[in-house]
């Protein structure tokens, strides 16, 4: 499991973090690893791959539901997929980040499930309430109004940071990212998120709290 040959560059040292993470705790499967690629495979399909260079994802030809590590930005015109590119970031510090203790932020209850999912869109209120069971999503709170709200995909990835227009430029939005940093490394995981490129408000943001940016370009697509 350890044996990453890839990953022993240190420039992969944030997709390191990320794989290594996956197979610790999402039991994730090792199943390519090479000096030009690895991969891990989650439940459900989903393969997250990490290549050396271009030529090697032209080697490995991957198919299926994807996530594609290190790759030029216009990999997905180079190489014949569609795909939006995001930078890949993971928090490498050992100690979390302070949070200043101003904000009410705690796990939503299913509940919230109705309100995030209208505000986030990417997933239904059903598939919400089960993610606030298994991995939480988190809401900054001012009695039982919600400001806004942060959570972990399914891969145990950090996103889905919404802070309402309302209760914008407060600093909601990083004390909401700052904690759920915090809560994820008091489980002895490695923080790890992915923004789209063309979102310079977040990967400042990623700056700031101290998050270190992976080489290359992620994207996630599905290729038959």
């Not at 995001?86 to 302070?98: E, G, M, S, T, V």
């Not at 059903?126 to 993610?131: A, F, K, V, Y």
């Not at 904690?179 to 977040?202: E, F, H, K």
Request: glycine residues 12%; hydrophobic residues 40%.
């Amino acid at each position: 499991m350890r044996n990453l040959t890839v990953l022993q560059n240190p420039a992969f040292r944030v997709y390191a973090a990320g794989l290594n993470d996956l197979l610790e705790h999402e039991g994730g499967e090792l199943v390519a690893c090479t000096d030009r690629v690895a991969e891990v495979r989650l439940k459900g399909g989903l393969r997250k791959c990490l290549f050396a260079d271009e030529e090697a994802f032209r080697e490995y030809a991957p198919r299926g539901e994807l996530c594609l590590m290190n790759l030029p930005q216009d990999a997905p015109q180079r190489l014949g997929f569609k795909s939006q590119p995001c930078l890949k970031f993971a928090y490498l510090k050992k100690q979390a980040p302070p949070v200043s203790g101003s904000l009410c932020i705690c796990p939503l209850s299913p509940s919230y499930a109705e309100a995030v999912a209208e505000a986030y869109g990417g997933y239904t209120a059903e598939e919400l309430r089960g993610m606030m069971a298994e991995k939480g999503v988190f809401g900054a709170l001012e009695g039982e109004t919600l400001l806004g709200f942060i959570g972990r995909h399914s891969d145990g990835t950090m996103g889905m940071l919404k802070v309402f227009e309302a209760y914008r430029r407060r600093g909601i939005g990083a004390e909401l990212e700052k904690y759920l940093i915090g809560s994820v490394m008091s489980q002895g995981r490695v923080p790890v998120c992915d923004v789209y490129a063309d979102n310079a408000a977040s990967i400042s943001l990623q700056g700031k709290l101290g998050m270190t940016a992976g080489a290359g370009y992620t994207f996630w697509t599905t290729i038959e």
